[in-house]
């Protein structure tokens, strides 16, 4: 399997080299991060992109102006929204005869949620697709695969969603797409199930740690989230090279959650303050000063990061089912200290996030050569969305997230 896919990523290179029509670099550029393969060809597509955004660009599709768009955005490259006046009437508005193209509206509302603070254009061009997308969906005039896909949109958009999940999806949409290119779906079976068996030795490795860890510290009163916990740090850092970070960060999140039930729904206020002062001194001796529960608890984490160390120096809804002693969450923050209802309250926090994405958008184009940092941070902001949309808790209440971890590690891509 290992020796096919080297094979293949040659062929893939050399296609990239072949490829000098831009319409064809966009769309190969395009599949190849659909399928979830782009972490093996970044400085192939970087050489794509450069090209793309340096060269003369003359089409009326609204399917290629948009996806131009998108992809130079999500790359760091500066477009500016004037590229789709060309789309427009002389009121400034859309015209009505790009309503009838469904790929290039689905295009266009894709490329749309890469804006940034002051682009009220970007804003209109956003309801207005999302307006018609939704009106052909709820006609079912649209055929599959492109149905399915203006869903997911509606649902959520490109730019904010887990690439992985994507990929579990486009690998069973792209061989309907017309022009498709078989190398590329080979290529992208091969390299999920492989990866998908360094994922699962890993959840092995760090299923045995937590179990070592949990027997030991004898806090009957904290979840077991360790799957979850690697899921999370699996959404920020999925790639073959990232084997270190990625459990580092599972093994993080899951010391937290001893963290956060700790704090939340056990210990009383004094206890806390005395955990606080010991984790401030983060030192062995400080363990007098702790409940003796607590103890095993302080030892491990202690360990836990003095073997972080060597390692790197060597290479629901918004309440979760109230328990006792949990702290408010942001919802009901705002509720009280603004004496509103629920609705105005979540009205207000999912503002405050559209205006976040836009920042987190906005430092794409700024920070040039953070763009790779900046790209964690945006796996991070897509893994919330993944956890908590709808007014969910999928970390707390984890068979909201079965199906997906089923689909990431369980289920192989059928060969």
């Known amino acids: 399997m290992q020796e096919r896919a080297e094979k293949l990523r040659g062929q893939i290179r050399t296609l990239f080299g072949t490829c000098h029509d831009m319409s064809a670099r966009m769309n190969l550029v395009d599949s190849v991060q659909h399928l979830g393969i782009d972490h093996l060809f970044q400085e192939e597509i970087e050489d794509a992109l450069t090209s793309i955004h340096g060269s003369e660009f003359r089409s009326s599709s609204l399917y290629e102006v948009a996806l131009r768009f998108r992809l130079l955005r999500e790359h760091g490259f500066w477009v500016s929204p004037d590229a789709f006046n060309k789309f427009k009437g002389d009121d400034g508005k859309f015209r009505n005869d790009i309503a009838n193209d469904p790929k290039g509206l689905l295009s266009l509302y894709n490329a749309a949620h890469l804006l940034i603070h002051g682009e009220p254009e970007l804003e209109e061009a956003i309801s207005f697709a999302r307006k ?112 270190f970070t990625r459990m580092f960060v599972a093994k993080i999140i899951a010391l937290d959650t001893v963290m956060d039930d700790t704090y939340d729904a056990h210990a009383t206020i004094e206890e806390c303050r005395q955990l606080n002062t010991a984790i401030q001194r983060w030192d062995k001796s400080a363990i007098s000063i702790l409940p003796e529960y607590l ?13 972080f160390e060597h390692q790197v120096s060597d290479n629901e809804k918004y309440k979760r089912g109230k328990n006792k002693g949990d702290v408010a ?28 994405w836009r920042t987190t958008n906005q430092t794409r184009l700024e920070h040039g050569t953070l763009l790779p940092m900046v790209q964690r941070v945006v796996n991070f902001t897509v893994s919330m969305v993944l956890f908590y949309d709808d007014r969910n808790d999928a970390y707390t209440f984890a068979a909201l997230l079965r199906e997906i971890i089923e689909s990431l590690f369980v289920r192989p891509a059928p060969i």
Request: with cysteine.
């Open 132 to 243: 018609h997308l939704e009106l052909m969906s709820q006609d079912s005039v649209l055929n599959p695969p492109l149905a399915e896909q203006v869903k997911r949109a509606l649902s959520l958009p490109l730019p904010r969603t887990f690439k992985r999940v994507e990929t579990i999806c486009y690998m069973s949409e792209y061989e309907r797409e017309a022009g498709n290119i078989p190398i590329l779906l080979e290529l992208a079976k091969l390299d999920f199930n492989l990866l998908q068996h360094i994922h699962l030795e890993e959840l092995k490795a760090i299923s045995e740690w937590w179990k070592d860890l949990y027997g030991y510290m004898e806090l009957r009163y904290i979840r077991d989230r360790t799957i979850e916990a690697y899921a999370w740090s699996y959404m920020m850092f999925y790639e073959e090279d990232f084997a």
């Open 329 to 356: 969450s942001s919802v009901e923050c705002y509720m009280n200290e603004n004496r509103v209802t629920s609705e105005v309250a979540f009205a207000k926090i999912d503002s405050l996030v559209e205006d976040e």
């Open 295 to 307: 103890k095993k608890f302080y030892i491990k984490l202690l360990i836990n990061f003095e073997e």
